[in-house]
């Protein structure tokens, strides 16, 4: 038995994966929206590694609040070009001065670690954009109001107090749309984009489940350079379609049907070309948070947390942490449990207790035919009651990367 | 009978009312994403009007990205001062030229438009917040990629044919909670503040239901210039907190506790004393479609769009039209039928057909003791199709200011 | 005598009067690099009352770079609009944090007080222009590398030493030339404007003498809210016309030529027409520095200085100062020494000696018939002793506004 | 005899070698003045190929407006860093979008041409800094109210007509002490930096002749990642301090000392040390304009444009192209006519008339011992004329980057 708040409930209502109507959505990579999480987040991590390389523990800041403004481009066959830079404004609170216990002073370059994170993250993931000239990257980092946190650091960590109420909430196991949306758009911008170059990052796939049918709906983003005609476009066009009809078919049984960049109008010429491999190109503008939920999906039929999670501080958000974690704790639960067939983890927090131990964490079981939530109750108890003990370790995955965040 | 696909169906769930935990959060009017919301819904109503009076119906465009940068203040007994201003970045798409049939050209101001907006906005609201030295406000309106809308104009509208899939959702009655935390922040920054100039503008309150306990907790910014010292704060939280209170049990009969200002330290003198009336004078950056839904509040216990409403164009931005009217559905059928305990209404679009014909609307209910789905059935689902039939009316009330986004 | 390093010496030249050609310019209130000129002299008269204010002494400054981007407008007779805004950004370095000798801290809010000295400036000279809206001013105040300057406190000046090998000349009297060029320019845009709003702060005048023959070319734009058509455009140029002959002809008694506006073309409808009353609106940018010089001239056959005295700080500046003050020293001689035709004053400072303790001053003298410098050099010597005794006045009389800088 | 307007006539001074008195200066590569002038002008270098390029002709485009805000650094022996970056905004008018006579459409990407060439301005000159880092480079420039100029194209030239009243100057030969003023600068920012990378690009380099003493103070920015300690840096002073006195020996028999980093004070630590080689990093801001003129001097000393040279538009900009070309006149008038001790070329526009017919084209010339004016008025005016004739050249040689402005 544990000390924590733990309770093991049924949910009053039927899992996803066997609702009428299901509707999944995610932004990829290179959706504008998608870049101003990236970016927040990358930040996010640059900022918590010097802070400890530096300092020796993470210091006050939260940099989730990156704005892009859409540039404009005159994508062609065979190679077009950026008319108007995309503008993208990196917007937070950091700490750039302090004073450690023994008189030491840091100044510490916040805003160039945020551009140079800024700048090897779209290095890494747009080849297409050149950085500085294609996209303008400009940075405002304040100083914030908050007290030092100094919770963790390479000592170790100790648990943080919450300081906010907040809520997370997270989900296991995926449905099968949701495997497909999420995979489809993982691969494709991942092993299919690098034998593919012609695939640019902006991809996003909507789904939709009625009953046993599921359609698939992609816009991707084509890369001008590597498609010198319409027969190209064309044959790119089908290659995406078929490869995501392939993952489709290795996740579901269901029938499928994938419809790729169907607002396309080939007899006028109206297609999803670009430049650079992003609708920030021409006329689509994003910020952080707008988009897909901390799973990495937007999910109508389950609950989901406003909350941005990328770019937050991983040592103290407590809404970052509660929805990484509930997702962490669920999907361990399914992992190690069988019987159940829709999980749903929610953790609310309690002002002035320590972050592991909230207010509340209730888990929200669909059993399988045959298992009854008495049965497995105190396994999923446990596990939960595990994971909360080991919550700093959400904040070192993040810092080092481990987590996705969108 | 109708012609639309309209579903009328029990819902799979208790009624929130009836849930064990609820959580409901309402960020208001002064809190920083709040603004941006305010301030990115008035430019898009400005710029709607401008194309109306001008050309005669509303032209392509979509403000729905608003970024605010947070200053720096120094806020003091009697009255402080803004050290370093706020920035706010007004950001999005919108068509600066056109020539209509008769080859008539025109050049609409849109920045100067939208700059207009957003002081008259600020100006109204925010009373203590000096347009262009407290807070600077800039703007980028790009043009816009998409085609130009003609479908609303001043001779009637026609209704659009649906370009994306999209989703909406509304749910009504809201329960007692939920009622609370709105209706309190609304009257704080309505009829209480114009007698209680002390109480600013960014007022957040956090509603939490445990059975039949409610704890409310507001987090309210007082403004410095009208309090001289600790004992008139005081005064201030504790009238804020009695002004609550009353509110709450005028709505339930469950018993309420009201938490105001509680990370206070008197002590310490650490309050919540602000010079402006908004925590974005130091520290608390904001965005647009960051914090509370249509219907003016965050409800994990209920679906929500993640779409922000705020700013989008109100004629053909089909994520804002469904999620108002799916709203101002729910609200109809409950106004009109009885016997529903609560009642979410989904709207889901289907890319090429008028949007008055979604490819989905369903009603999911959860009936009063004693009644049946199929005894409402009929009335629910006349009332869904009488509302769809009339779409474009939501696009004129928002145009007209009347329906509110966030 | 006097040990400061005086020379007064005869010029190698004829007087400017006596010179063949002669060309003198300005740009008016109104020329965009004007604006920027007057409004890093108002910040920079805002920041030094500021810092004597709280501080009791003037702290470290610079703020002489004023970058305006131009906007777009559609000027009509009868009244047009700002299209795009002018943008508008005050760049230089203040002190915002303070720690007097008795360690009390003073948090200085330097770009609030640079935003409202924008503002009263903009609203004191530019009526036609909305702060904010029709302009918008956006302000990046960075941290200074210079040291504290204490020199100039309200108990009194102290002489503060030259950090810098600077430069200043100054000459008098005017030509007639220069005095009908800049008398024109502030009689319009003073009693003349006041009497004719369609007269904007705009006005750029060209004064060139061919021997005895003067032409005096004055660009003027017209605000188009008070002129409903063509013709009362040209009776408003005619009157300008008229206005400055007066001007020049109560100065000379050579011939005057004036032509307002001669780029216009009826025909063409090509005229100078504003809707703000500056070429900022549409095309123009400008910075501090690039027009007049500190006696408010532009003057290719005299001695100019390079240096930008707008905006600097008038404490330890010694550019400013120096080009003041070598302005102030010459009028002074001339008015009190007779028989000078022509007075050139140049000081040039001494790296680490106090400034009235120049490495160089200079008099250089074209005589009148009939006097030789032996007759004056006493007088001369003398006064420029007396007003470098006094320079820690032009400090004072630049922050009270009383010396004009461009 | 030539139809143009030519004069020779005996300036009315003595040679400024002759004078007794005389100031030079020198803003190198690296001030952040000088910074401005070299983006403004690879900008409008490259904008005029651009325009060559794709339209055949250049366009109408205008971007003499840059402005530099400082960063902060903190440099330190062996390797310092840059807390906030340098931001840099490009400002100018230039032609986004044009039909030909054809009616083929071009959208010229000016702000990703402006981009470009400021990216590789920075990164020919300024190895230390970081392109997107360690200085951010935005860019506004909007359309121009100017008529288009299609004067110079592929094709080859036609004289454009003056469209203003503006003036050049140009002088030759150098004195001896603005030779070494200018040799000095271009060969430590040359070879002497190619051998010695601690060698900062700030150089600012005055000038001080009285009689036959030369005065020649360096300030250099040393590069903190070169130099491990004091003793280095005091080495590389000392090297400095001896190669700038052997240039200056090599260029006079007049007797020179050479001071370098005067305003160091090694007790203290106070030393010019920089991280990035130039003083932009840490509060010193900077604009097109204000330093160099066209020569690449300041000469308080001799008659100088306001004229801000560098971005202009060298195709119809008439002040730019007067001051480019009256220089060259004078260089080439002393290098084929013996006898000539100062000689001052200048240029008066006449608006309407083409630019190789000025209004008046003066030069005053300064004769040799035993040389009289009337000797040499005919060689002189020969090839005044014939340079003037030659006008366009000077058009051609500035697109190709074979005239420096600055």
Redesign the interface.
């Known amino acids: 038995m544990t000390e924590r708040n733990i309770r093991v409930e049924p ?4 899992a996803v994966e066997d ?1 009428e ?1 299901e ?1 999944v959505e995610r932004k990829g990579l290179g959706h504008p929206d998608s870049i101003c999480d990236g970016i927040a987040e990358s930040v996010s991590q640059a900022l918590a590694r010097t802070y400890l390389d530096r300092v020796g523990k993470v210091l006050h800041y ?1 940099t ?2 990156t ?1 892009l ?4 481009a ?1 994508p062609a066959f065979g190679g077009g ?5 995309i ?1 993208l ?1 990196i ?3 950091a700490t ?1 001065h302090y004073v450690d216990e023994d008189g030491t002073e840091y ?3 916040t ?2 670690v945020a ?2 994170a800024a ?1 090897d993250y779209l290095g890494e993931y747009f080849p297409e954009l050149e ?4 996209i ?5 980092l ?5 007290d030092l946190q100094e919770v963790f650091s390479e000592e170790g960590a100790t648990v943080p107090m919450a ?1 906010d ?1 907040s ?1 997370g ?1 997270g989900h296991a196991p995926l449905t099968e749309t949701e495997r497909i949306v999420l995979e489809a758009e993982r691969r494709l911008n991942g092993p299919y984009a690098a034998d593919n170059p012609a695939v640019g990052q902006d991809i996003k796939i ?1 789904g ?1 489940r009625e009953g046993d049918h599921v359609d698939i ?1 992609v816009a991707v983003a084509i890369v001008d350079s590597y498609v010198e005609g319409m027969a190209d476009y064309i044959d790119e066009v089908e290659g995406v379609r078929e490869f995501v009809t392939d993952v489709a078919n290795g996740i579901t049984d269901r029938t499928v049907d994938v419809h790729v960049n ?2 396309d109008d080939y007899d006028e010429g109206a297609i999803y070309l670009t430049t650079t491999g992003t ?1 920030a190109e ?10 897909n ?1 901390a799973n990495g999906l ?1 999910t ?2 389950r ?4 909350e ?1 999670t990328s770019g937050k501080n991983p040592v103290n958000h407590i809404g970052k942490i509660y929805n990484l974690l509930s997702t962490e704790i669920a999907e361990s639960v399914v992992s190690e449990v069988d019987g159940i067939r829709d999980l749903r983890i ?1 953790l ?1 927090s309690q ?1 002035g207790r320590p972050i592991d131990e909230p207010h ?1 964490a ?1 888990a929200h079981v669909v059993t399988a035919d045959g298992v009854d939530v008495a049965d497995i109750e105190d396994d999923v108890s446990a596990i939960v009651d595990r994971e909360l003990a080991d919550v700093t370790e959400i904040t070192r995955r993040v810092i080092d990367g481990e987590l996705t965040t969108f």
Do not use: C, H, W
């Open positions: 949910i009053d209502r039927y609702q109507v509707i939260n989730d609040e704005q403004v859409a540039g404009s005159a070009e950026v008319i108007e830079p503008y404004l917007v937070g609170r750039k100044n510490i370059p805003e160039t551009l140079r700048r950085f500085g000239t294609d303008v990257v400009d940075v405002k304040g100083e914030g109001s908050g300081n109420t809520f909430v909507m939709k709906t169907t607002a609708s021409q006329g689509d503008d994003g910020s952080v948070g707008r988009g939920r937007i109508p039929n609950s989901m947390s406003m941005a929610r609310l002002i509340v209730d």
